[in-house]
């Protein structure tokens, strides 16, 4: 254990890595989906037996809707948290990074999960924007660029 810490703390941060492009992580990204969607099936199934089935409107939003979102984000920040990859992820062999090789924190984190996946979905043409992806030197999509981290391969 202590010999992958000393490893990982004394790793050259100017040697090349392999970045993931557009495609290895949209499957990826297509692939958490499935994982999270399965997740809201199952913890938010006993929400057809409540009130007779009809939907609980809170506001503008729907309870199950809420809770879904709140699934949705934890899921990415605490499986990147936590494994630094999620399961579409560990699935491609890919991982996120920051640039400096540091262990991630949990600012890069809640930057590059939760304020930058929130611009992409509250916003529907900044869905576009993931495009970035394909055409930036170290494969950065905009949310990277504002947690300051990076998609490599796992090696």
């Given at each position: 254990m ?29 692939i958490?989906?499935?994982v ?14 409540i ?33 630094g990859?999620?399961?579409?992820k ?6 996120v ?15 590059r ?27 950065q ?15």
């Open positions: 202590s010999e992958n810490i000393v490893a990982y703390a004394t790793e050259d941060p100017t040697s090349p890595r392999r970045y993931a492009g557009f495609w290895m992580r949209f499957w990826a990204y297509l958490d989906l499935i999270v969607f399965s997740i809201n099936g199952i913890l938010l199934i006993p929400f057809k037996f009130n007779d089935g009809a939907v609980i409107d809170i506001g503008f939003w729907t309870l199950t809707g809420i809770l879904g979102s709140i699934i949705f984000y934890v899921y990415f920040l605490i499986m990147t948290r936590i494994f990859q999620t399961l579409g560990m699935i491609l062999g890919i991982k990074v920051r640039d400096d090789n540091q262990p991630l924190r949990w600012s890069d984190l809640i930057f999960e939760l304020i930058g996946r929130f611009l992409h979905r509250v916003f529907g043409f900044l869905f576009l924007l993931y495009i970035v992806v394909g055409f930036t030197r170290e494969k999509g905009i949310h990277d660029m504002i947690g300051n981290t990076r998609v490599v391969f796992d090696e």
